[in-house]
């Protein structure tokens, strides 16, 4: 072999190596993407799930408050009306 074909031989094996090396490189950051994506769904998941419940919550909150408005809007009497209007018409005579 000549000085100038190991020399170009040499150029062809320290490109492969160089290859191989950004391919390994690019394996491993894929991989780490891959696991801060599960990490990322996985608090996705416990954030809707939180939510459903404060969602539930609310709608428990909303029945009570409009069961206890509506009984509490039957006991209170309709005659206070008809008081104030038999006031008011014998002050116009």
């Not at 100038?4 to 690019?26: F, N």
């Not at 408050?65 to 039957?74: A, D, Q």
Request: proline residues 1%; hydrophobic residues 40%.
């Amino acid at each position: 072999m000549t000085g100038v074909e190991s020399v170009i031989l040499g150029i062809i094996i320290g490109t492969l190596a160089a290859i191989v090396y950004s391919l390994r490189v690019l394996v491993l950051m894929e991989r780490r993407i891959a696991r801060i994506d599960s990490h990322i769904e996985a608090l996705v998941l416990k954030v809707l799930k939180t939510e459903n419940q404060i969602l539930e919550e609310e709608e428990k909150i909303e029945k009570m408050l409009t069961s206890s408005k509506k009984s509490s809007s039957k006991k209170k009497p309709a005659k206070k009306k008809a008081a104030t209007t038999k006031k008011k018409s014998s002050k116009k005579k």
